[in-house]
């Protein structure tokens, strides 16, 4: 046995938890999961069932720890593990699961595939099998945190830049971006880019919220990789710094994994350090509206708008009606997919899909299932509240012709806002003005 | 001992070594770690797990099940089948102190679990997914378990048929925890993080999900 090999071996061997054997065991392979994978439905063949995927992983497990199948191999499919093996698991996890959990659902066993996925994705993480890319962008990301002092000045000076626009758009002269403020109550975390950081700002602004705003961004590639050590470093950045701030909550973009990783991960990874409450912009959105804090025009999106449920916000993350709450106070003509919420079809970008450049194809044609959705609605505007998603559904609608805009929910509710000016370099500014125009200003 | 008695004994030796091999997986499984949750509740854990064993075991209730109905069906009239067939053993000994119309329900249930467990058996033959899945052991069990349930309505008719009943049962539980067939304890324990999981974050159950 290799070095890798015994790594790779050792590394699942750590994972073997409850959860973990329990989905290692407990698959009849009934098929009946086939169809709750876009992968399968794209392109239906056995190897994209999600239980066949699995089963990849259970030959081996069951070589190393079922008596029948060390005495029987081929009684079981059981295999020993080898290099060639371990790098095609790896790819397969990496390029042909995005973790959505949409085939668990669906399991009437209620096997959970994306934790062996994930199992699959540690290890392969664990003996350098994993995407580089991913890995770069992690080990980034904790640098980062190490030493933020290195690019935090051009970070202000931005903000500074983006705050004279933002006054500009809302006419108010006082309104501010407070970066790593003292004290307030929210700590809103971003991602990379202006278009995660103006539009909540002008929302946070009009609620006049006691809020600042992170120096860092919420992605976290660590748990794409399914690294914990990474994905915990990665994550600590914000936890010290929220300790640092004596914020009380912690707010996070429009992002799937990063919500539901800080929402449902974090406070495990860091019991006892992390006594924050943590909410997506999504649940800020619909209590300000809710409670008249910001004042919306119903009638300010009378264009078909559909939703895109993301899998790490709905299945996964337990916000289904609130997108839905705040697009229905905003628009006069809201179109669900179907089937949606709890059991939405993935768009084929999640798990860290989107970063991998070598498997565009592949990722594509995955994404489907969505575009047929989508053109189903006959909406005009999705609304995808991930990052992630809205990349895929981006790439969905170039591919597939979809001739639909994509934006933001943030985005669209500063439109409903009716501000003196529009907001710059947003999908929702193009559906009122310019060139491609949806809708009569 | 006649041979009656000898099968009535290999039946027993089979129950105890598939009860003692079901709670050696079950405690093996129980050692490992069981990671706590401490992320705060959004819905309710113990109402996802009541969820996950009613109403979420519905065939109206998955997409997958509504679009495989019969396929679904097919397999819970097969696993009552079997769960009749092992009442229908532990209480094989009083068989003639039954009533007429109990007998002829147990046998009427066990010969359609049997005809169900054959369709299961041919279609993972014929149909390309399930074959594709499918490994040795799959094949071995719903086989085996067909022909124990068909014997097994056969023995409650008809005397003759005890001998052979006994003897296969005897080796279907006691192969219960070797194979395929122990996924009868790992289904408790998947319905139960299935519900703890999606019950904490309110997704099931939920009343407007799966519109």
Known sequence: MTETIELALKTLEAQLNQPLETALEACARCGLCAEACHYYRAEPKVEHIP??????????????????????????????????????????????????????????????????????????????????????????????????????????????????????????PNASIPVEKQGTKILYVPLAGAHTILPPAVVFNAAKEDWTLSIFEAANYGVFLADVNRAKAVAKRIVDEANRLGVKEIVIAECGHAYASYRWDVPNWFAGQFDFKVRS?????????????????????????????????????GLIEEPRYVLNKITTDFREMTPNKAEAICCGGGGGLVALAEYTERRLAAGKPKADQIKKTGARVVVAACENCRLQIGDLNEHYNLNVRITALTDLVVRAMRLPKPLPGTEAEHLFEGEGALVEK | MNMLMFSQFLALAGLLAGVYGIYRRYAETKRRALPADKSPLKGNPQHGVTYAFTLGMMPWAKESTRLHMIAYLRGIGFHIGIFTAIGALIVSPFWGFLPAVLNLSLTVVLGIGSLLGAAGGVMRLTEHNLRGLSIPDDHFAVWLVTVWMAVSALAVWNEAFLVAFYILSAITLAYMPLGKIRHCLYFFFSRTFFGKFFGRRAVFPHPETAK
């Open chain 1, 281 to 317: 912009l999504i649940e800020v959105l619909a209590e300000y509206i809710r409670d008249g804090k910001i004042k919306v025009d119903p009638t300010a999106i009378p264009e078909g708008v559909t939703y895109h449920d993301s899998c790490n916000l709905a299945r996964n993350g």
């Open chain 1, 51 to 172: 239980a066949y995927r699995s089963e990849q992983l259970r030959n081996v497990y069951r070589y190393e720890h079922d008596f029948l199948s060390r005495v029987f191999p081929a009684w079981t499919g059981a295999k020993k593990l080898d290099e060639v093996t371990l790098a095609n698991l790896s790819e397969m996890a990496y390029s042909q699961c995005t973790l959505c959990r949409r085939c668990t659902v669906n399991c009437p066993l209620g096997v959970d595939t994306p934790l062996m996925m994930r199992a699959i994705r540690a290890m392969a993480t664990a003996t350098g099998n994993a995407p580089e890319i991913l890995v770069m962008l992690a080990d980034a990301a904790i640098e980062k945190g190490k030493d933020p002092s290195f690019y935090k000045d051009m970070f202000l000076e931005q903000i500074r830049e983006m705050e004279e626009q933002l006054r500009d758009i809302t006419g108010d």
